[in-house]
Each structure stands twice: as structure tokens, then as C-alpha cells.
């Protein structure tokens, strides 16, 4: 599943912009006074201005075998978070590695690695491993609901874990991060999880607002 195009909420542009283009050095698309927009290999992130938002949880697909460069290069621009004390997350079970940190809305950005995809390179780590947006996180109190409803915009996989408290739909190139925010919490912050608003473009095209799918006037 292809995720080309992901927009968030912010309050706090002018340092979001300063963080992403500045300390994390992602290209600049496009900036004015409403919003800006980054590359991410073949996804693009823009943050909108806006007086309300809430914290998201995203992902950022890099190069399969390059966890180890990404920490290191992470490490000199701002702090992890660990994940059970640990600075990468080990998720055999998706054959995949992963870390995380705050951008300056707190919102959690996850790089990870994954070895299905088999991204093969030599060069040092830089923006040139930012790969896609590989996941984003819909909040909601009932999951079943959330998949019905991509259903009907397109036919989606599970590709790990249950409607009760967490689902991930899609494939190893873009998930869907189903979660009951009444049964689990954020990984790898054991945060709460709040219901934030965001659009979508690439396979699925939709806005998430006030925690329903809206498909129309995108």
C-alpha cells in the first residue's frame, strides 16, 4: 500500500518547519505562512497551520539495513526514545527494526527498517534513505468500525493483530495502525492515545476528522 501524500495538524509551525527542514534536514517542497511540505522519498508530509491539534503517531520507511546508521544520525539532531531501555526496536516478528522520537509537537516519528522490502546501498546515512511514509496511526474506540469503512473505499489486509486493541492493515510498504485508545497506548511512550486529525492521499484517499473517514471535498 502506497502512502504518497500524508498532512498533519500543527500548532506550532514556524518550529515544526524549523525542525523538519533545519535540525532533520528532510527537503522543503513548498512553505507560506498556512503550511509547509517535505519529501520523504516518494512521499511527501505537510503540516497545516491550524488552533487545535493532537499528538500522531507515524512512520517513516529507510533503507533495509541501515537501523544502526539511522540511530547514529538521529542521535546528533535530537533525542530517542527508548523503547523498554532499549534505542531500536526489534520487531522480529515483521522482520523489521525500528526507532522513535519526538518532532516539537510532540507528535511520535518512527524511522523503520524493514528487511522485506530489501533497500540495499552503500552511502552514509543521509535523507536519501527516507524511503515513504510507511504508517499512520488512526485512533479510534472501535476498530472494527475504521476497517469497515477503508472496506469500502478499497479492499485492505490485516497484516498483524486484532480489532480489539490493535490492527495493522496493509502491507510492508504502508500500514494502517489501528488502535482502541480505550485498550492500548502509544508505543514505545505508554502515552495515551488521542484521536488526531490528518489526510491521506496514495492508495487510500481520505481526511480522518473528529474521529470519522470523510471522503468527501479532498
Same mark, same amino acid.
Given at each position: 500500500?502506497?502512502? /504518497?501524500?500524508?498532512?498533519?495538524?500543527?500548532? /506550532?509551525?514556524? !518550529?515544526?518547519?524549523?525542525? %523538519?527542514?533545519?535540525?532533520?534536514?528532510?527537503?522543503?517542497?513548498?512553505?507560506?505562512?498556512?503550511?509547509?511540505?517535505?519529501?520523504?522519498?516518494?512521499?511527501?508530509?505537510?503540516?497545516?497551520?491550524?488552533?487545535?491539534?493532537?499528538?500522531?503517531?507515524?512512520?517513516?520507511?529507510? @533503507?533495509?539495513?541501515?537501523?544502526?546508521? !539511522?540511530?547514529?544520525?538521529?542521535?546528533? +539532531?535530537?533525542?530517542?526514545?527508548?523503547? &523498554?531501555?532499549?534505542?531500536?526496536? &526489534?520487531?522480529?516478528?515483521?522482520?523489521?527494526?525500528?526507532? %522513535?522520537?519526538? *518532532?516539537?509537537? +510532540?507528535?511520535?516519528?518512527?524511522?523503520?527498517?524493514?528487511?522485506?522490502? &530489501?533497500?540495499?546501498?552503500?552511502?552514509?546515512?543521509?535523507?536519501?534513505?527516507?524511503?515513504?511514509?510507511?504508517?499512520?496511526?488512526?485512533?479510534?474506540?472501535?476498530?472494527? @468500525?475504521? %476497517?469497515?469503512?477503508? =472496506?469500502? $473505499?478499497?479492499?485492505?489486509?490485516?497484516?498483524?493483530?486484532?480489532? *480489539?486493541?490493535?490492527?495493522? $492493515?496493509? /502491507?510492508?510498504?504502508? $500500514?494502517?495502525?489501528?488502535?482502541?485508545? =480505550?485498550?492500548?497506548?502509544?508505543?514505545?511512550? /505508554?502515552?495515551? !492515545?488521542?484521536?488526531?486529525?490528518? +489526510?491521506?492521499?496514495?492508495? %487510500?484517499?481520505?481526511?480522518?476528522?473528529?474521529?470519522?473517514?470523510?471522503?468527501?471535498? $479532498?
Amino acid at each position: 500500500m502506497q502512502i /504518497n501524500e500524508l498532512t498533519l495538524f500543527t500548532t /506550532n509551525l514556524e !518550529a515544526q518547519q524549523y525542525f %523538519y527542514t533545519q535540525v532533520l534536514e528532510f527537503p522543503l517542497i513548498a512553505a507560506d505562512v498556512e503550511k509547509f511540505t517535505v519529501k520523504l522519498g516518494v512521499s511527501s508530509l505537510t503540516f497545516v497551520k491550524s488552533n487545535h491539534s493532537q499528538q500522531a503517531h507515524f512512520a517513516i520507511n529507510i @533503507s533495509s539495513y541501515k537501523i544502526q546508521q !539511522a540511530l547514529q544520525w538521529i542521535q546528533k +539532531r535530537t533525542d530517542i526514545l527508548l523503547c &523498554d531501555n532499549e534505542t531500536i526496536a &526489534d520487531f522480529s516478528g515483521w522482520n523489521a527494526e525500528a526507532l %522513535y522520537f519526538y *518532532d516539537k509537537d +510532540r507528535n511520535i516519528v518512527e524511522f523503520i527498517a524493514r528487511k522485506d522490502l &530489501d533497500v540495499v546501498n552503500t552511502h552514509p546515512f543521509s535523507t536519501a534513505d527516507l524511503l515513504s511514509i510507511s504508517e499512520i496511526g488512526i485512533v479510534s474506540t472501535d476498530n472494527k @468500525s475504521i %476497517y469497515d469503512e477503508l =472496506n469500502k $473505499l478499497r479492499p485492505i489486509e490485516i497484516y498483524d493483530g486484532s480489532f *480489539d486493541r490493535f490492527c495493522a $492493515l496493509g /502491507n510492508a510498504e504502508g $500500514l494502517f495502525i489501528l488502535v482502541n485508545k =480505550n485498550k492500548k497506548k502509544w508505543f514505545p511512550t /505508554n502515552e495515551e !492515545a488521542f484521536i488526531a486529525d490528518f +489526510r491521506i492521499k496514495g492508495d %487510500y484517499n481520505f481526511a480522518y476528522i473528529n474521529g470519522s473517514i470523510v471522503t468527501e471535498k $479532498l
